[in-house]
C-alpha cells in the first residue's frame, strides 16, 4: 500500500511539474504575442504544444487547471484553440506561411466558428505559397461563411482579383526583359535587410535587424553603410548615429544637399509599435543627435514614418495613420523651409491613398515617377509596387509595376539608381518574396527595349496610301534630323529609338505638297510601340491650261471688240450659264511690236472689254477675272531665226484666251 500511495505521489508531483512547466511557456508566448514580439513567441508557443498530444478537441485543454489549485496569483491565459492560432498569426507576422497555413487548417478543422478570421489568413497564406487554385477556394469558402461586410470581406473580394492579375501576370510575354536576383550575402545575413538608400557619393544605406557584433544582441533595427558597385557590398558597418538601446531605427532618406538625415525612429510600449520621424545633422565624417520632428509631421497619438525628401529638397514624402487621411496609412508630402524643417503638410490625396495602406515612397526624377507600396488595391497579393507619374498635387493613377517587380508576398521598399528613363535599370528592392520570415534586398533589372514608332502616309483627298514618300524624323529641340525612312507601297515607315520624345514628320512625295505631322510622347512611355497620327500630302493639281477664243477682234491699236467677235463670247457665256459655280480669268495677249509698257496695258484694256461684254450678257461679275500680258507669253516666235519679221507668229501671239480657276 505504502509502494502504491509513494508512486501516486510521485506520479502527481510530476504531472503538477509538468504542469507548470506548460503554464510557464503559454504565459511567456502570450506575452510575447501581445508585445508583437513574434519570434520569441513562436517559439514559445512550440513549446508548449509540444507537451500536448497530437490532437485537440474544442477547449479539450486548460493548461493551468492541472497546477495546484491553491496559487492565486497565476494569471489567465490562451487556451489550446487559442494558442494554436496565435501560433498561425506569429508565424504570418514573420513571413513564414509554409508554418502559418497548416496551423490555421488545423484551427478550422476544430473550431472554425470561434476563429472566422483562420479562413482568410489560411486563403492568404495559400496565395503567398503560390498555390493559387487552393487560395481561389479558400476565399471563396471564407466569404461564405464569414456573412459581415466589412474590411476582411472587401480585402477577400481583392484578393480573388488578385488571383486574375497574378495568373494574367505570370503570363506575360517580356519576362525574359527582367533579371531578378537576391543581393549579395553580405547584404542579407540573420535577421531582415530593407529599406536601401543610395546616397550622392554612391554609398549604399539600409536597415537591418543583423546582430550587432560590438552588443551581441539581434533583431534591433540599425542602419547600416556599404560600399556597393557591380552587384557586390563590401565594407558594412553602422551608420555613426546615436541610437539608444530602447529604440529602432531605420529607412532613413539625406537631404539634397547631404546636411541633414531624416530617420524613422520607433519603439513597443505596451505591445503597441509607436513610429516617428526624426531628424539629424552632419557633423564631421559622423551625424549629430537626432531630434524629433515638431507637431507638423509627428502628430502625438499618431505613427509616421519611412521619410523621403524630394529632389528639389523643399518637399519631404513620408506615411503616417495620422487623421485626415484616407484610411490606415497614407502618404503625405511636408513642405520644408530653406532651413529643412517641415512648415505644412498635405494628405496626397485619394488618386494615390486608398482605405488600407499606402507606405514607403520614393520619387525617380529622371522618369517624374512616384514609387510605393501599398496593400489597398488589386495586385499579386500583399504590399505590391504602385507607380505613378507626375509631380506633388498632379500625380497619376497609380499602375501596379507587376510581375517580376512584384510577387505574391509583400514587397514594400524600392530605390533606384538610374539616373535615366530606365526607371528599372539597376534596382534594390525590399522583400520577403524569398523569405520565411523578413524581408530581404533583391537586385532588378529590366532591359529597356528600343521603342517603336511608326506611322502612314496618306493622300490627303482619297486617303490612299503613298507609296515612296521621303519621311524626315526631326527632333523638335534640337531640331535635328533623327532619321529617314521611305515609305512602302501601303505608306508605311517605321523607325526605333531609346526613349520616346516630342518628334515632327516631314514627308515629301513627286506630286504631292509638302506635309507635317507631330508626334507626342504617349501617356505611358513604357509602352514599346505607338502608331504616329497619319500624315496627309495634298495632291499638286496642275493649273488648267488657257483656251484660246478664237475669231475674238479687237479696233486697230484699240481695245475695242469688234461684231465679229460676238460669236465667240456667246459661246463662252453659253458654257458659264451651264456651269453656275465655274469662275474664269479672261486674259489678253499681243505681238512683240511697241513697248512692254505699251503691250501691258494694251493686253489689259482688251481683256476688259471681254469681262464687260459676258457681264452685259449677264454673267455675274464675281465669276469674273482678267488680266493682260503683253508680250510676255509669246506662243510662237515674233520672228525668224534670221531676224526677219514672222507675221504668222505674231498674229497667233496676239489672242485672247480664258481659264478655268474654279469648277
Given at each position: 500500500?505504502?509502494?502504491?500511495?509513494?508512486?501516486?505521489?510521485?506520479?502527481?508531483?510530476?504531472?503538477?511539474?509538468?504542469?507548470?512547466?506548460?503554464?510557464?511557456?503559454?504565459?511567456?508566448?502570450?506575452?510575447?504575442?501581445?508585445?508583437?514580439?513574434?519570434?520569441?513567441?513562436?517559439?514559445?508557443?512550440?513549446?508548449?504544444?509540444?507537451?500536448?498530444?497530437?490532437?485537440?478537441?474544442?477547449?479539450?485543454?486548460?493548461?493551468?487547471?492541472?497546477?495546484?489549485?491553491?496559487?492565486?496569483?497565476?494569471?489567465?491565459?490562451?487556451?489550446?484553440?487559442?494558442?494554436?492560432?496565435?501560433?498561425?498569426?506569429?508565424?504570418?507576422?514573420?513571413?513564414?506561411?509554409?508554418?502559418?497555413?497548416?496551423?490555421?487548417?488545423?484551427?478550422l478543422e476544430a473550431d472554425r466558428k470561434n476563429f472566422p478570421l483562420a479562413a482568410y489568413y489560411y486563403a492568404v497564406s495559400l496565395r503567398a505559397l503560390g498555390k493559387y487554385e487552393e487560395a481561389e477556394k479558400a476565399f471563396h469558402s471564407f466569404l461564405q461563411?464569414?456573412?459581415?461586410?466589412?474590411?476582411?470581406?472587401?480585402?477577400?473580394?481583392?484578393?480573388?482579383?488578385?488571383?486574375?492579375?497574378?495568373?494574367?501576370?505570370?503570363?506575360?510575354?517580356?519576362?525574359?526583359?527582367?533579371?531578378?536576383?537576391?543581393?549579395?550575402?553580405?547584404?542579407?545575413?540573420?535577421?531582415?535587410?530593407?529599406?536601401?538608400?543610395?546616397?550622392?557619393?554612391?554609398?549604399?544605406?539600409?536597415?537591418?535587424?543583423?546582430?550587432?557584433?560590438?552588443?551581441?544582441?539581434?533583431?534591433?533595427?540599425?542602419?547600416?553603410?556599404?560600399?556597393?558597385?557591380?552587384?557586390?557590398?563590401?565594407?558594412?558597418?553602422?551608420?555613426?548615429?546615436?541610437?539608444?538601446?530602447?529604440?529602432?531605427?531605420?529607412?532613413?532618406?539625406?537631404?539634397?544637399?547631404?546636411?541633414?538625415?531624416?530617420?524613422?525612429?520607433?519603439?513597443?510600449?505596451?505591445?503597441?509599435?509607436?513610429?516617428?520621424?526624426?531628424?539629424?545633422?552632419?557633423?564631421?565624417?559622423?551625424?549629430?543627435?537626432?531630434?524629433?520632428?515638431?507637431?507638423?509631421?509627428?502628430?502625438?497619438?499618431?505613427?509616421?514614418?519611412?521619410?523621403?525628401?524630394?529632389?528639389?529638397?523643399?518637399?519631404?514624402?513620408?506615411?503616417?495613420?495620422?487623421?485626415?487621411?484616407?484610411?490606415?496609412?497614407?502618404?503625405?508630402?511636408?513642405?520644408?523651409?530653406?532651413?529643412?524643417?517641415?512648415?505644412?503638410?498635405?494628405?496626397?490625396?485619394?488618386?494615390?491613398?486608398?482605405?488600407?495602406?499606402?507606405?514607403?515612397?520614393?520619387?525617380?526624377?529622371?522618369?517624374?515617377?512616384?514609387?510605393?507600396?501599398?496593400?489597398?488595391?488589386?495586385?499579386?497579393?500583399?504590399?505590391?509596387?504602385?507607380?505613378?507619374?507626375?509631380?506633388?498635387?498632379?500625380?497619376?493613377?497609380?499602375?501596379?509595376?507587376?510581375?517580376?517587380?512584384?510577387?505574391?508576398?509583400?514587397?514594400?521598399?524600392?530605390?533606384?539608381?538610374?539616373?535615366?528613363?530606365?526607371?528599372?535599370?539597376?534596382?534594390?528592392?525590399?522583400?520577403?518574396?524569398?523569405?520565411?520570415?523578413?524581408?530581404?534586398?533583391?537586385?532588378?533589372?529590366?532591359?529597356?527595349?528600343?521603342?517603336?514608332?511608326?506611322?502612314?502616309?496618306?493622300?490627303?483627298?482619297?486617303?490612299?496610301?503613298?507609296?515612296?514618300?521621303?519621311?524626315?524624323?526631326?527632333?523638335?529641340?534640337?531640331?535635328?534630323?533623327?532619321?529617314?525612312?521611305?515609305?512602302?507601297?501601303?505608306?508605311?515607315?517605321?523607325?526605333?529609338?531609346?526613349?520616346?520624345?516630342?518628334?515632327?514628320?516631314?514627308?515629301?512625295?513627286?506630286?504631292?505638297?509638302?506635309?507635317?505631322?507631330?508626334?507626342?510622347?504617349?501617356?505611358?512611355?513604357?509602352?514599346?510601340?505607338?502608331?504616329?497620327?497619319?500624315?496627309?500630302?495634298?495632291?499638286?493639281?496642275?493649273?488648267?491650261?488657257?483656251?484660246?477664243?478664237?475669231?475674238?477682234?479687237?479696233?486697230?491699236?484699240?481695245?475695242?471688240?469688234?461684231?465679229?467677235?460676238?460669236?465667240?463670247?456667246?459661246?463662252?457665256?453659253?458654257?458659264?450659264?451651264?456651269?453656275?459655280?465655274?469662275e474664269i480669268e479672261l486674259s489678253a495677249h499681243t505681238d512683240g511690236k511697241g513697248s512692254n509698257r505699251y503691250n501691258q496695258r494694251l493686253s489689259e484694256a482688251r481683256a476688259k472689254s471681254c469681262v464687260d461684254y459676258l457681264v452685259e450678257k449677264g454673267i455675274?461679275?464675281?465669276?469674273?477675272?482678267?488680266?493682260?500680258?503683253?508680250?510676255?507669253?509669246?506662243?510662237?516666235?515674233?520672228?525668224?531665226?534670221?531676224?526677219?519679221?514672222?507675221?504668222?507668229?505674231?498674229?497667233?501671239?496676239?489672242?485672247?484666251?480664258?481659264?478655268?480657276?474654279?469648277?
Amino acid at each position: 500500500m505504502k509502494k502504491i500511495f509513494f508512486t501516486a505521489s510521485v506520479l502527481l508531483a510530476t504531472m503538477t511539474l509538468q504542469a507548470q512547466f506548460t503554464y510557464d511557456y503559454l504565459k511567456a508566448a502570450d506575452q510575447y504575442y501581445k508585445k508583437e514580439d513574434y519570434n520569441s513567441a513562436v517559439q514559445y508557443y512550440e513549446k508548449y504544444l509540444g507537451t500536448r498530444t497530437k490532437s485537440f478537441r474544442k477547449d479539450s485543454y486548460k493548461p493551468y487547471a492541472a497546477v495546484n489549485a491553491s496559487r492565486k496569483n497565476m494569471v489567465p491565459v490562451s487556451s489550446e484553440q487559442q494558442a494554436v492560432y496565435k501560433l498561425a498569426e506569429s508565424y504570418r507576422n514573420l513571413h513564414n506561411y509554409e508554418k502559418a497555413a497548416p496551423h490555421y487548417e488545423n484551427v478550422l478543422e476544430a473550431d472554425r466558428k470561434n476563429f472566422p478570421l483562420a479562413a482568410y489568413y489560411y486563403a492568404v497564406s495559400l496565395r503567398a505559397l503560390g498555390k493559387y487554385e487552393e487560395a481561389e477556394k479558400a476565399f471563396h469558402s471564407f466569404l461564405q461563411g464569414y456573412g459581415s461586410k466589412d474590411s476582411y470581406s472587401i480585402s477577400a473580394e481583392r484578393e480573388v482579383n488578385n488571383l486574375a492579375f497574378i495568373n494574367a501576370q505570370l503570363k506575360r510575354s517580356d519576362l525574359s526583359l527582367y533579371e531578378i536576383r537576391k543581393a549579395p550575402a553580405a547584404l542579407n545575413t540573420t535577421g531582415a535587410s530593407y529599406a536601401p538608400l543610395w546616397t550622392a557619393d554612391g554609398a549604399l544605406l539600409f536597415t537591418s535587424t543583423r546582430p550587432d557584433p560590438a552588443k551581441n544582441k539581434g533583431f534591433i533595427n540599425r542602419v547600416y553603410t556599404a560600399d556597393y558597385a557591380d552587384g557586390q557590398a563590401a565594407n558594412i558597418r553602422l551608420l555613426p548615429v546615436a541610437q539608444p538601446e530602447s529604440l529602432h531605427q531605420g529607412a532613413v532618406s539625406i537631404s539634397p544637399d547631404g546636411q541633414q538625415l531624416f530617420i524613422t525612429r520607433w519603439q513597443i510600449d505596451h505591445g503597441k509599435k509607436i513610429t516617428a520621424i526624426w531628424v539629424s545633422r552632419k557633423a564631421g565624417n559622423s551625424w549629430g543627435e537626432p531630434a524629433p520632428l515638431d507637431a507638423v509631421i509627428n502628430v502625438p497619438g499618431s505613427n509616421t514614418q519611412q521619410p523621403f525628401v524630394l529632389p528639389d529638397g523643399k518637399h519631404l514624402l513620408y506615411a503616417s495613420d495620422r487623421p485626415g487621411g484616407q484610411g490606415g496609412f497614407d502618404l503625405w508630402c511636408a513642405t520644408l523651409d530653406e532651413a529643412g524643417k517641415p512648415v505644412s503638410t498635405v494628405n496626397l490625396g485619394e488618386v494615390i491613398n486608398t482605405a488600407d495602406n499606402e507606405q514607403a515612397p520614393y520619387y525617380h526624377t529622371a522618369t517624374r515617377t512616384l514609387v510605393f507600396s501599398t496593400d489597398g488595391r488589386t495586385g499579386m497579393g500583399g504590399y505590391d509596387f504602385f507607380s505613378s507619374r507626375g509631380e506633388v498635387g498632379s500625380f497619376q493613377t497609380p499602375v501596379n509595376m507587376g510581375y517580376p517587380v512584384n510577387s505574391v508576398k509583400d514587397d514594400i521598399y524600392f530605390a533606384s539608381r538610374s539616373n535615366n528613363r530606365n526607371l528599372l535599370d539597376d534596382v534594390l528592392l525590399g522583400t520577403d518574396r524569398a523569405a520565411e520570415c523578413c524581408l530581404e534586398l533583391f537586385f532588378l533589372h529590366k532591359t529597356r527595349p528600343a521603342r517603336q514608332l511608326s506611322g502612314i502616309v496618306v493622300a490627303c483627298n482619297s486617303n490612299t496610301p503613298v507609296a515612296g514618300a521621303e519621311v524626315r524624323i526631326i527632333d523638335t529641340v534640337s531640331h535635328q534630323v533623327i532619321t529617314t525612312r521611305s515609305t512602302g507601297a501601303d505608306g508605311s515607315y517605321a523607325f526605333t529609338l531609346n526613349e520616346y520624345q516630342p518628334l515632327v514628320a516631314v514627308a515629301n512625295a513627286v506630286g504631292y505638297t509638302q506635309g507635317t505631322q507631330h508626334i507626342g510622347v504617349p501617356q505611358n512611355e513604357d509602352t514599346v510601340a505607338i502608331t504616329a497620327p497619319e500624315l496627309c500630302l495634298t495632291p499638286i493639281v496642275p493649273p488648267p491650261s488657257p483656251v484660246t477664243l478664237e475669231n475674238v477682234y479687237y479696233d486697230y491699236d484699240k481695245a475695242t471688240l469688234k461684231e465679229e467677235s460676238f460669236a465667240s463670247l456667246d459661246k463662252l457665256v453659253t458654257l458659264l450659264q451651264a456651269n453656275p459655280a465655274m469662275e474664269i480669268e479672261l486674259s489678253a495677249h499681243t505681238d512683240g511690236k511697241g513697248s512692254n509698257r505699251y503691250n501691258q496695258r494694251l493686253s489689259e484694256a482688251r481683256a476688259k472689254s471681254c469681262v464687260d461684254y459676258l457681264v452685259e450678257k449677264g454673267i455675274d461679275p464675281h465669276r469674273l477675272t482678267h488680266k493682260g500680258y503683253g508680250a510676255s507669253m509669246p506662243i510662237e516666235p515674233n520672228t525668224l531665226p534670221d531676224g526677219s519679221d514672222n507675221p504668222e507668229g505674231r498674229q497667233k501671239n496676239r489672242r485672247t484666251t480664258f481659264t478655268i480657276t474654279k469648277k
